[in-house]
């Protein structure tokens, strides 16, 4: 395209009270090279007026639109010019707002943010999407149960094509070993019958559900839209193409031999599954001798919430139990249940149906430490508690013991194997070898062929769940088009299941979609750039595929990297690792923020420091810091980026070469419960920021002179003075050697 | 093929808008209707999220930025929904739009405020300062425009923002209009309120200055709250040091509420973590029936808060909270059930975890809809096409929330297609 440049300067909202704008056209002119009648004024940018006469300028063929005025927080509906490239210089948030009115340092900021915004756009290019080839919209399920199932059906129901693929024989997983169900509506009184035998016969009628039963995926290979599925079905191997997956892999119940102190190993204490079992059968009748149980102790939190078995709670089992205390009453008339619990958690209006059970004079209930459950002969057996509400100490028979046993995500033993290689690999070839040979590999669920591994990876301290870290965004896995749903996610009622069922499903529609339309996912979704590196300068380092938080770049057979587009989030992080600096995206690269950086002016007296701030949260955190009036240093230039991760060490390098005397990079929180919405990027800048201020020590260049400081949006309050202390600090240092060479 | 129809979705709290950019971003035009000013309900009121404390603010950024982006979405401000005809695929909706007397020339100068003379209690703050009638919430509100209050507004006769505003934004004599809408699915997010703390008499039924409620504490700690983030206690603004905090509070009790809220319990332990923090020479008394932090990350949660020497847990009802009136301090009685003890204990400000009510107890929406006797939803007795979210169906957190409007969008989209 070729360029027709527009510089649109607003005198509204006190940028031109505070700002010299004859003179900020001027330089812009020089300092931009651009022609003085394209730079033009008006006192109120957004008004129709304004808006006029750029549209005017559109209409005669500008194309790159540089607007100075306000922040692009605001006002994105009236500076909004379909078809060219256009930046929003933030003169009002950045400037006016936060500098002292008419001074030779509120100019030159004004003066350099303008320059570097006609900058990015000579340097940018309008966004054209990659669409690749055969794409298919088909929605692949991993797992048959409530969860699965539900995710097939509303997928089908929107119109899109699924492949379930279970590995047993028969759907419906453990929703379908049920013998009831704990209310789901309102009075919460009456058991509901499984809902699972009703979603297995509307699926394998739906026009649009193929069900692959017995059926393991053995290898997945490819990228959103273009995912190639190798299935194995009783010996035999498929390879479909699917568009995306909803992994509803499930969960195991922890294994009870592990809670002998709890009595397990007795014929007549059981697990809350084998309750259902039986339940399913008839009466209650205990494994030991067939006789109907009568007085049937129930142990909550069996192995759960216990540092040495799950430490956490399975969310479903207290109201799993009072079902089963139901059944037992049910059953027969004089039957008694008694509940031994830590905390009894039924949220919501689950509430209303511990309400109903309390109302039960059938029902006891006791909070009470277990401390064992013993033979107590005749089959029958004791239970001990200690701080109950019925006494200190208590000692109660049952002929019958349930164990409120919690679950395991199917993804916790792959990541425990994966954690395990992962730290013999560290130790050297022979270290791996043996931990190959000597562990037992358990069963895998997704094979990808990834260069990041074969699995979902889960969060560290969260035993194994494929969760999401985001409380805002539910669906956020690291590999991209893959989203998870059910107990495979966390511990969730069936209540819960479904709805996240329905979401996950969503969202894999959306994927397909916007890779359709070759523009990214959540959350840069509208984002039709995408990494373009230039392979011919690449030396295969791989550093970005070892850094791409979503894993999306792989490696040929020769070892060179091999970006997968559809599987790229366009946060850039590719961009900031890569030592040639040759992924660019159209109108973010490292020559555009370079060059930006390059044409901000270096005073020879006085202090020039760079902020590259985070623009999800960093930046909106100075605007607000902005719109409370707080002062900005004006030795700063602020620059957003995608993503800190997306910082190139060679802006550092050519920032301190050039005489800048100190950078901060202001990023996300990052660790545990990290804040970065590209979930590694402050993490990787920080990381390569720690290498570089070892070179700046060699180079006899202050390490103090780098920061990486980790703010959230909410910081708006500190933001000034964190930057004052900084500046405080650079000029305690002194100036940058380098100034003026 | 016809044309997909749109989806309306009710309420623009964070279900409403995660069911909105949801919907548009699986190609789908939306509109969605807030009947307050601003957009982003109650998570615009609090401080942090459990259990990441991590600001809800961010989430709300990027959804926000997602609407920018998306094209596909209708917005509109103090809007209510009037009328709702129809079926599934094909619902006809009166909405109707109250003037906010500021149009889209507002560039949120705030130069209205400064010069507007009436003052009026803050809502967003549950009334503990005050603003002026022309108003913007906090500094990162949704849309970034201001609002003038009808209700307190002396009008014409004043003027003084009209004469203050450079931008001939705002027009005092803007007058409410109705709108009729054509959607193929109709989304229900109006969300909850807070229980009425008056109702709660033993509880010092609102008039003890000390106690407050969980939300008030949210505004309490949140940068942009009534004392800029400072944990005072109302009676004299001295830093709360010794606080308590009174579990179902109006919940779990058939006399008030039968169910449970489902985020109190994680609340409260979240905001002994901001007086923990702001305030290391602390302490906190939490009064409970049960600790309900199921899952994996809400356990871990509790557990760290286990760990504080200076936080203490009491399983017990308190049976009455009463005010010291020489020193405003806090008096609460109950008794600790594990012992069999009666507790009668001095605090310097009380938190009372007060419930979730929703929205639909008081506000019925208009058309065909039934309801359980607590005013919630019933959900499964929904004509088809129409779809409630989260708090309107059962208390949730946020994040069951943002997974339930998912789930919804996928149910509005199936109506939708044509």
Known sequence: ?741 | MAENKKVLVIGGGFSGLTAAVETAEAGFEVIIVEKTPFFGGRVTQLNKYFPKLCPPNCGLEINFKRIKNSGDIILHTLAEVEKISGQEGNYDVTIKLSPRFVNDKCVGCNACAEACPVEMPNEFNFGMNKTRAAYITHNQAFPFKYVIDGKNCKGTSCSKCVAACKYDAIHLDMKAETINVNVGAIVLATGWEPYDVTKLDILGAGQIKNVITNMQMERLASPNGPTDGKILRPSDSKPAMNIAFVQCAGSRDENHLPYCSYICCMASLKQVTYVREQYPDSTARIFYIDIRTPGTRYEQFYRKIQGDQNVTFTKGKVARITEDPATKDVIVEAEDVMSGKKIKARFDMVVLATGMVPSTRAAKIPGDIAYTPEGFVAAASLNKGIYAVGSLKSPVDVARSVQDATGVAIKSIQSARR
């Open chain 1, 1 to 741: 395209m070729e360029k027709k440049f527009g510089v649109y300067i607003c005198k509204g909202c006190g940028i031109g009270e505070a700002v010299n704008i004859d003179e900020l056209k001027k330089t812009t002119a020089g300092g931009a090279k651009i022609a003085a009648e394209a730079i033009r004024e008006h006192e109120i940018l957004c008004s129709p007026a304004g808006l006029e006469m750029i549209n005017n300028d559109v209409k005669e063929g500008t194309n790159c639109i540089v607007v100075g005025a306000c922040s692009p927080r605001v006002k994105f509906e009236e500076f909004d010019f379909p078809g060219a490239l256009t930046e929003r210089v933030n003169l009002r948030e950045l400037v006016a707002w936060t500098m002292e009115p008419n001074t030779e340092d509120t100019q030159s900021v004004a003066e350099d943010y303008l320059k570097m915004g006609v900058v990015k756009l000579q340097r940018g290019d309008l966004p054209e999407p990659k669409i690749l080839e055969d794409l298919s919209s088909t929605i692949m399920v991993v797992g048959g149960g409530f969860t699965g199932l539900t995710a097939a059906l509303e997928s089908a129901n929107a119109g899109y094509k699924v492949i379930l693929v279970e590995k047993e024989a028969e759907l419906g997983g453990w929703g379908a070993k049920l013998y009831k169900e704990t209310p789901r509506t309102y009075p919460y009184d009456k058991l509901d019958d499984p809902a699972v035998f009703g979603k297995i016969k509307e699926a394998e009628a739906h026009e649009n559900i193929r069900i692959c039963k017995s059926t393991v995926i053995e290898k997945t290979d490819g990228q959103p839209g273009l995912f190639d599925v190798t299935l194995r079905t009783n010996g035999s191997t498929e390879t479909v193409k699917v568009g995306s997956f909803i992994m509803a892999a499930g969960w195991k119940p922890y294994d009870a031999t592990k809670l002998g102190h709890l009595g397990y190993g007795n014929p007549n204490v059981i697990t809350n599954v084998q309750m259902e079992e039986i339940a399913k059968k008839g009466k209650i009748i205990r494994p030991s001798d067939g006789k109907e149980a009568k007085n049937v102790a129930f142990i909550q939190c069996a192995g759960q919430r216990d540092m040495n078995h799950l430490p956490y709670c399975s969310a479903f089992c207290c109201a799993t139990s009072l079902k089963q205390a139901k059944y037992v009453r049910e059953k027969s008339s004089d039957a008694v249940a008694m509940i031994f619990y830590k905390d009894i958690r039924t949220p919501g209006q689950t509430e209303l149906f511990y309400k109903n059970m309390q109302n039960d004079p059938g029902v006891l209930l006791t909070k009470a430490d277990v401390t064992g459950i013993t033979d107590a002969g005749n089959g029958n057996l004791y239970v001990e508690a200690e701080n109950t509400l019925l006494g200190e100490k208590i000692k109660v028979e049952a002929d019958l013991v349930v164990l409120a046993t919690g679950i395991v995500p199917a993804t916790r033993a792959p990541q425990e194997y994966l954690d395990g290689l992962a730290a013999a690999t560290l130790k050297g070839d022979e270290a791996k070898k043996n931990y190959i040979e000597g562990t037992e590999k358990p069963e895998f669920i997704l094979n990808l062929a990834y260069k990041q591994g074969p699995e979902l990876p889960s969060e560290d301290g969260y035993y194994g769940f494929a969760d999401s870290s985001f409380i805002c965004f539910q669906y956020e896995t690291r590999r991209t088009g893959i989203y998870t749903a059910g107990c495979v996610k966390q511990p969730m009622t069936m209540v819960d299941a479904a709805s996240d069922a329905a979401g996950a499903a969503l969202k894999a529609i959306q994927c397909v979609e916007h890779v359709a339309k070759g523009i990214a996912v959540h959350p840069r979704a509208w984002d039709a750039t995408f990494p373009d590196p230039m392979m011919i300068k690449c030396t295969s380092c791989k550093r970005c595929t070892d850094e791409c938080p979503f894993g999306a770049i792989d490696e040929d057979e020769k070892g060179t990297p091999f970006f997968k587009i559809n599987r790229c989030r366009r946060c850039g992080t590719c961009m900031g690792a890569c030592p040639e600096r040759i992924v660019s995206f159209k109108d973010f690269s490292v020559d555009i923020v370079g060059s930006m950086i390059k044409n901000m002016d270096v005073p020879d007296e006085g202090y020039r420091i760079i902020v590259l701030a985070c623009e999800n949260d960093a930046y909106p955190a100075l605007d607000s810091a902005a719109i409370k009036k707080y002062k900005l240093n004006p030795s700063v230039r602020i620059i957003p980026v995608r993503c800190l991760g997306s910082t190139n060490l060679v802006w550092v390098t050519d920032a301190l070469s050039r005489g800048i005397d100190g950078l901060i990079l202001l990023g996300c929180k990052y660790g545990e419960n990290y804040q970065c919405h590209f979930v590694k990027g402050s993490e990787l800048a920080s990381y390569r920021f720690g290498k570089l201020q070892e070179t700046l020590t060699k180079l006899q260049l202050e390490a103090d002179r780098c920061q990486l400081m980790q703010v959230a949006i909410s910081d708006y309050d500190a933001l000034p003075k964190m930057i004052d202390d900084f500046v405080a600090r650079i000029e305690e240092i002194g100036p940058n050697p380098f100034k003026g060479f």
